[in-house]
């Protein structure tokens, strides 16, 4: 969990809240070699779940092939700023991690 | 010791939240946690595009003009690239990024639900020249769009 940060923003559009969100995660292929030429283990986000005030808008299922430190864009109708926006997602390790932020206006 | 347990968190800190015991414990329930339970293993497993796409729904998926894919027509960074999908589709529940030159063709699955548009943006990994494909799972119908695109450096290092 140490390694892994993640930063998201809401933001009021015209009719629609942009959520954008960053995730510090190294997605790891499996096919990789580090510099000693072992390859990294597999190591990547599997689940990623964005709420508005606590319902599900966005939920994604995730391989390997989702660039390392991941970033997601949505859009999400009928929220309004100060609305809360959360993200939370797992990995193949079963790591974890959740955020929160409000609709910026 | 009842108390470390509850500190190292795990099943224990699960069990003692949903029987509603410590206060302090209710934000970490505020959110659904994601499950890896029910993730799509057999697509993302499959190796050629078609396979992984027979594991998206039943039917073959008719061809769409009304699947927007934004991509660079020559990527010039494969680990990296910016894709932005929009689904004009009436019912669209989700979209599934499938590139098939890479290994694993399946990269993701985006479900919208409660007033979330049919709409992605993220940045993905396209090992080398040759066809991405977007699948839209709309009211358990398969639709798609495909789009030919050229890498200078490949992405799945």
């Known amino acids: 969990m140490a390694e892994s940060t993640t930063r998201i923003t809401a933001r009021m559009r015209q009719d629609f809240v942009e959520v954008r969100a960053l995730i510090m995660h190294p997605m790891e292929t499996g096919n990789r070699r580090d510099a000693k030429n072992q390859l990294v283990p597999l190591h990547f986000i599997q689940r990623v779940q964005i709420t508005h005030n606590g319902r599900v808008v966005l939920d994604a299922q995730w391989s390997q092939a989702i660039a390392r430190d991941p970033f997601i864009g949505v859009r999400v109708r009928g929220a309004k700023p100060g609305d809360k926006v959360a993200l939370a997602w797992v990995d193949n390790r079963g790591a974890r991690e959740s955020v929160e932020t409000v609709v910026a206006a | ?157």
Not at chain 2, 24 to 47: E, R
Not at chain 2, 91 to 112: C, K, M
Not at chain 2, 131 to 141: D, F, S, W
Request: hydrophobic residues 40%; charged residues 20%; positive net charge.
């Open chain 2, 1 to 157: 010791m009842k108390r470390r347990t509850l500190l190292r968190g795990g099943p224990a800190v699960f069990a003692a939240g949903t029987l509603g015991l410590p206060g302090w414990l209710a934000p970490v329930f505020a959110q659904p946690a994601p499950s890896i339970a029910d993730w799509n293993k057999a697509g993302f497993d499959a190796k050629t595009a078609a396979d992984a796409i027979r594991h998206l729904g039943s039917g073959t998926p008719a061809s769409s003009r009304d699947i927007l894919i934004e991509i660079q027509d020559v990527i010039e960074n494969g680990a990296r690239a910016r894709i932005e999908v929009t689904s004009r589709i009436p019912g669209t529940q989700a979209l599934s990024i499938v590139s098939d030159r890479n290994p694993y063709p399946l990269a993701a699955t985006f479900s919208f639900t409660n007033g979330a548009d049919p709409y992605v943006s993220t940045l993905i990994k396209v090992a080398e020249s040759g066809t991405l494909r977007v699948i839209v799972n709309a009211e358990g119908r398969l639709y798609i769009a495909t789009r030919d695109v050229k890498t200078t450096i490949g992405g799945c290092g």
